[in-house]
């Protein structure tokens, strides 16, 4: 990786590729309003790219999805615009996407899945004018080694079921922990710590350097942000990004389960802006008692899960609390095995899922306990105060209360929601995480709005004086 | 915290069903059999090879050559399980001496080993004081967990935390086809396998490309051990596709499972003795008029069979015939399924997320089961066969021995004079020697290309 870009500081593309590696941002004067629109336009190829993902798209249909996002959002009338707006859009993104951990992991894997789509794309000579622009230390392996493993090549094929290689086919020999997705689904031979890639694999190759190039440079483009932009650009970009920043929650959450995660500093955060008054008054109970009972730990934590809070910061996270109460080590005794238990690893190992509207509704919190909706089983007094603490007004008030008279305490839910983000919601809450996950995409879109009627100044922008950021490069002007 | 805990956390609250019990003066010969803080703190003080797994631990960076890193050794991570039950997480030393005092001091009952750290784990909330997220693991071994509760569906002679000879094959099976696989396929070197004292096997993988492995990397080795794909739910755990096997699992098929099946597990497990037992067999067969058609075959032969062929025997067999047999070419994955049937037998059960992360916690070799007593020894993987779970030194075992020869004062070490010492020897030998002298190379190689980078940087 460290052989990445030492030769070409800067890098200009090979003509037979239509696919850079934004190794350093091109000496190219943009105009503010072109900065905007091409960031918006990346964006939503992005974040549709998360959205395939997360429906679980299989690898042809994700192919066929890029292809086809790419030319309706980045095509420009000349080729080379198109290069340039490819260009430009990725480093902006880059300086927006930069600025905290959660951020820089959805644009990492987000870039890098766009980057593997559209490497597949490619030509055979461009792949391999791109394998020889990355510099990659890996020789095709020679006849003589190549009839040595030949057998085994041929049978790792035919297990994945596809055609032997032929005579002339071409191998890379790599350490195999160079290629972990090869690797995990068995799809090539390995021996003696070196894997046999076949050209038509040398994709997880490229991406593999690519994704880890992306995330150093994110952290430079962070580094030199801090240090240096937000000041020099104080009054033309900083005011753009931190906006960006306050109305753009992070990573796109509509992915309820697995794929997205969310990191254990933002929890104070989401449970303001987009928990449902049964999680946000669980949280707010548990910051203020260090304590929840087993039925309140129960509601919350699987919600979390679902959320995306991944089982080390869920134990860190109760931890903190219930370390203030009963101490750490009662805590680990015998609280933590109820947090795993909840994510599988113990007991059973089943999966626990989070509760719907309708099972929390029904759950009859006793003395001491926090859990259930509070639409349902909260004095009409205590709703009324909980509900003015989200930010819903005297009107909206009376149409939830209304509401919860009937018992139709999810329409009730349903109507704080649109109260409290000022958008429909057109589905109605079935249930705590959908409320979580249609939050979040309200926000975004407001986020999206933002961006694409912000005003077109008439100011130029140096591109590359702001966001060229390439590791290889510091490297060098160390050694001179 | 971490899912490491997960294991420790079951064996933390089996010792909680453990009463210490203090006789007040015993003769030394009628020492009951078990476990107690009295007999651990002998075995502390007499037994336990403290120096070998300092040396271990350090990797070579022990202060003796100018290319070692100091604070190696302090940012491993211990943790300690003491018999109040007070857990101590993120326990660090920077020398033998203070490694050796303190477990004597607190008399573990259970020492786990965890990451290092990129700072010294018990100084870690003054980093995160500053600021910098700096606390992260940096290094660990490559480590696997099995235990044979997790092949409860597939072994009819004991349950849960039992182990007989009968069953105990199977993790010699794992420890093979992993062996093997991690040696030739990986190419790693500095392979340790220990019993964990009662139900299953460790294994540490320690070369120093292992060690530094990333989550995403382990989690790929993870995955290429695995096979099993279904759920509770569903009859066939064990999924095999495409036409042919992977050359690993091939391998495995050829070397070690298929053999071990036919001559030994459908023998020592009754596979196909009894109806409930062979259904479900039967269940795993794709094709259900090919299930009931040697379903017809098993029932009648239950009524008139005087064979003194074994009975688990002829049906494998006759299954295997029916399965190959070319009036049925044209049914999909019947072959295949005699494969499935073995795989899911004998195939290796790892606890994948054990593997996968770097902060898990494993426990250290040579510490002594609170519940059977026996201490966490090496295996020998090339003669695991010959490993014997029931004849594992214990405790009381031990500090019998050593009190038999105490009067022997001629005897230097006290290791020796006990059954633990081959153990010790074979940890030495076999492991921690060559281990230490390829950190020892990697060291030096390490410090002359420092020397030789500084040197080129001087005449610029
Ligand atoms: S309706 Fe559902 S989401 Fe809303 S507060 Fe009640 S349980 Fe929570
Ligand atoms: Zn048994």
């Not at chain 1, 304590?291 to 996270?317: C, I, P, S």
């Not at chain 1, 113990?346 to 919190?365: A, H, L, M, N, W």
């Not at chain 2, 759920?231 to 992977?246: A, D, F, M």
Request: glycine share 4%; aromatic share 10%.
């Amino acid at each position: 990786m460290q052989s990445l870009g030492t030769r070409r500081v800067y890098h200009q593309n090979d003509a037979v590729s239509t696919l850079p590696l934004y190794r350093s941002a091109p000496p190219l004067e943009v105009r503010l309003e072109d900065f905007e629109a091409f960031a918006v336009d990346r964006l939503r190829v992005l974040k549709a790219i998360s959205d395939g993902l997360s429906r679980g798209k299989k690898p042809e249909e994700m192919e066929k999805l890029v292809e086809e996002l790419w030319k309706t959002h980045m095509k420009q009338p000349k080729l080379s615009e198109a290069g340039n707006k490819d260009v430009i859009s990725h480093f902006v993104l880059r300086l927006v996407y930069c600025r905290t951990e959660d951020l820089r992991k959805w644009f990492l894997s987000m870039e890098t899945m766009l980057f593997r789509y559209r490497f597949k794309l490619q030509s055979p000579e461009a792949q391999r004018a791109l394998m020889a622009d990355l510099d990659l230390p890996y020789k095709a392996v020679n006849t003589a080694e190549f009839e040595s493993v030949k057998d085994k090549v041929s049978q790792v094929a035919r297990s994945i079921v596809q055609p032997p290689p032929t005579e002339d086919a071409k191998f890379y020999k790599v350490p195999f922990e160079e290629v972990p997705e090869l690797v995990a689904s068995r799809r090539v031979y390995i021996h003696q710590g070196n894997a046999y890639v076949a050209m038509n694999q040398v994709v997880s190759l490229v991406v593999t350097q690519f994704r880890s190039f992306l995330s150093k440079a994110l952290i430079l483009t962070n580094r030199k942000w801090t240090s240096s932009i937000k000041e020099q650009e104080k009054d033309r970009l900083t005011p753009i990004v931190e906006e960006l920043s306050t109305s753009y929650l992070g990573p796109d959450y509509s992915q309820p389960r697995e794929s997205a995660e969310i990191s254990l500093k933002d929890i104070d955060h989401l449970a303001k802006s987009s928990f449902p008054l049964c999680m946000r008054h669980l949280y707010e109970k548990l910051k203020e008692d260090h304590h929840l009972k087993h039925g309140g730990r129960m509601q919350l934590g699987l919600f979390l899960k679902g959320v995306g809070l991944n089982l080390d910061d869920a134990l860190a996270f109760w931890r903190a609390e219930f370390s203030q109460k009963v101490g750490a080590e009662r805590f680990d005794k015998e609280y933590a095995y109820n947090i795993r238990h909840n994510y599988g690893r113990e007991g059973k190992r089943t999966d626990y899922t989070p509760f719907s509207c309708q099972k929390v509704i029904s759950s009859t919190p006793g003395v001491g306990d926090h859990h259930g909706c509070p639409f349902r089983h909260f004095s009409e007094e205590n709703l009324r105060a909980a509900l003015g603490r989200m930010g819903v007004g005297n009107r909206g008030m009376d149409d939830i209360i209304d509401k919860v008279r009937n018992r139709h305490y999810q329409v009730a839910c349903t109507l704080t929601f649109e109260a409290v983000h000022g958008s429909t919601c057109d589905a109605g809450i079935n249930h705590p995480n959908q409320y979580f996950i249609d939050s979040q995409k309200v926000l975004q879109s407001k986020l999206l709005e933002y961006m694409s009627i912000k005003d077109a100044e008439e100011t130029i922008i140096l591109l590359a004086n702001i966001s060229n950021c390439e590791p290889a490069h510091h490297v060098k002007q160390k050694n001179f | 915290m971490n899912p490491g805990e997960a294991e420790n956390c079951r064996e933390d609250m089996e010792i909680d069903g453990n009463g210490p019990e203090m006789p007040a003066q015993r003769h030394v010969d009628i020492m009951p059999d078990g476990f107690n803080a009295n007999y651990l703190k002998a075995y502390y003080g007499k037994v336990f090879p403290h120096s070998d797994i300092f040396k271990w631990m350090c990797y070579g960076h022990d202060g003796k050559h100018p290319g070692c890193d100091p604070t190696y050794l302090s940012r491993r991570e211990f943790s300690f399980t003491l018999d109040n039950d007070i857990y101590l997480r993120f326990q660090s030393y920077t020398s033998a001496y203070e490694l050796e005092s303190s477990i004597k001091e607190k008399c573990p009952f259970k020492i786990d080993i965890g990451p290092v750290y990129s700072v010294n784990p018990a100084k870690r909330h003054a980093y995160a004081q500053t600021g910098d997220n700096v606390f992260t693991p940096v290094e660990r071994e490559l480590i696997f967990d099995i235990d044979i509760t997790d092949y409860d569906d597939v072994r009819f002679c004991c349950s849960g935390a039992d182990i007989c000879l009968d069953c105990w094959p199977l993790m010699t099976v794992a420890i093979k086809v992993i062996d093997t696989a991690l040696r030739d396929d990986f190419g790693f070197i500095h392979i340790l396998w220990a019993y964990s004292g009662r139900r299953g096997v460790h294994c540490w993988v320690c070369d120093a490309k292992a060690r530094r492995l990333s989550n995403e990397q382990r989690a790929s080795i993870a995955d290429y051990f695995r096979v099993y794909k279904g759920n509770e739910n569903s009859n066939k755990k064990v999924s095999l596709v495409g036409p042919v096997l992977h050359p690993f699992l091939a391998r495995s098929y050829t070397d070690v499972l298929r053999d071990f099946f036919e001559g030994k597990m459908l023998l020592s497990q009754n596979i196909l003795s009894t109806e409930e037992k062979y259904e479900k067999i039967l269940d795993m067969i794709p094709d259900e008029s090919v299930a009931a058609e040697l379903r017809g075959k098993w029932q009648e032969m239950r009524k008139a069979y005087g064979s003194k062929d074994d009975i688990n025997v002829v049906r494998w067999e006759q299954l295997k015939s029916l399965l190959c047999s070319a009036k049925l070419k044209h049914i999909q994955g019947l072959r295949r399924c005699i494969e499935e049937i073995i795989f899911s037998f004998t195939y290796p059960r790892l606890d994948m997320e054990v593997s996968k992360h770097m902060n898990h916690l494993l426990k250290a070799p040579f510490c002594v089961h609170p519940k059977t007593g026996r201490v966490c020894v090496p295996i020998d993987p090339n003669n695991c066969e010959e490993f014997d779970p029931t004849a594992v030194p214990t405790l009381s075992q031990l500090l019998q021995e050593l009190n038999m020869s105490g009067s022997r004062a001629d005897m230097d070490d006290e290791l020796d004079r006990t059954s633990l010492g081959r153990a010790v020897r074979y940890f030495r030998s076999s492991f921690l020697q060559p281990l230490l002298r390829s950190c020892k190379e990697e060291i030096e190689s390490a410090y002359n290309s420092r020397l030789q980078q500084s040197k080129n940087n001087l005449s610029w």
